[in-house]
């Protein structure tokens, strides 16, 4: 199993042409694969602008031209793609979903977005996915060179049970292609991504769309990567940038063993009902 990863995170402007966007995505991963990256991650919607009025009308079925670029990209440059997420149709259904390919440009994971993002903050953002999406109802979970990786998206992460389960798995890595607002941007982004890092003693990357302040929904940017001790290994800014970081994933061993709480975990008493008769597992 390889210990060192080189990911590119491609925080990238998203415009109202969806062709223009792929152009983009793939123009930006060409430059990450030339500094050394060996996986590429693409934002939350990266070819779609993110709005219910959008998801459809830029929306693909399975095969899409969005996926198409990506999985020849992968081939040509012999690299890991981790899509971003697309609007995918099926039927009458539209989910959020991201497609992972593999150097042979081979999708190998698959994630519809579980949780949907429906907030109402008074005096901030709003906005309710439910009304075109639908969830998913997998957890995805896939193999690499690196060991197991997980994959979820934005809102997913805020589900603490989601990231536990996939670190029993045994990821080592959680990516999360998302698009946090200047509501929730700057109140939970960095402090998520470090509290699931921290509990799961795992790396978090999570890559998102650039700012635009034309947009109907402002994204916050500041893509992120924090190590399994909580520790913030790079940021971005707000503005269009391909950031490159190697990590070790050693790590995630040296501080299971070092701070040993996935397996001090008492499943014995974690359950909601009466002591020996279990209602509900948490
Ligand atoms: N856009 C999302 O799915 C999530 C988000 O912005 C938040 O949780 O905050």
């Not at 925080?11 to 050394?36: D, H």
């Not at 459809?56 to 981790?82: C, D, H, M, N």
């Not at 709480?261 to 009902?273: C, K, P, Q, T």
Request: aromatic share 10%; with cysteine; charged share 20%.
């Amino acid at each position: 199993m390889k210990n060192t990863l080189t990911v590119a995170q491609v925080q990238m402007q998203v415009v109202r042409n969806k062709a223009e966007n792929i152009a983009s995505a793939c123009r930006l991963i060409r430059r990450a694969a030339a500094q050394g990256a060996e996986l590429v991650m693409l934002p939350e919607m990266f070819c779609c602008p993110y709005e219910n009025s959008a998801f459809r009308p830029y929306g693909e079925t399975f095969g899409g031209p969005a996926q198409q670029a990506l999985s020849a990209l992968a081939g040509e440059k012999k690299i890991w793609i981790v899509g971003g997420s697309v609007p995918e149709l099926e039927g009458e259904r539209v989910y959020n979903t991201c497609f992972v390919y593999n150097p042979g440009g081979q999708q190998v994971a698959r994630h519809r977005k579980m949780h949907l993002f429906d907030i109402r903050v008074e005096g901030g953002q709003s906005f309710r996915e439910s009304d075109t999406l639908s969830p998913g109802n997998d957890i995805t979970v896939f193999d690499s060179p690196w060991g197991k990786l997980g994959l979820c998206i934005c809102f997913d992460l805020r589900f603490e049970e989601l990231a536990r389960v996939m670190a029993l798995q045994g990821v080592r890595a959680i990516f999360v292609p998302a698009a946090f607002n200047m509501t929730t941007g700057p109140a939970h982004w960095e402090l998520l991504f470090r509290q699931r890092a921290v509990d799961n003693q795992l790396f978090t990357f999570g890559t998102s769309p650039a700012r635009n302040e034309q947009e109907t929904y402002v994204a916050w940017g500041h893509s992120i990567v924090c190590d399994p001790w909580g520790t913030v290994l790079h940021q971005c800014g707000a503005g269009e940038e391909v950031a490159v970081t190697t990590v070790d994933l050693t790590r995630v061993e040296a501080v299971r063993q070092q701070l040993p709480i996935l397996s001090a975990r008492r499943e014995d008493v974690y359950f909601i009902g009466q002591k020996g008769k279990k209602d509900c597992a948490i």
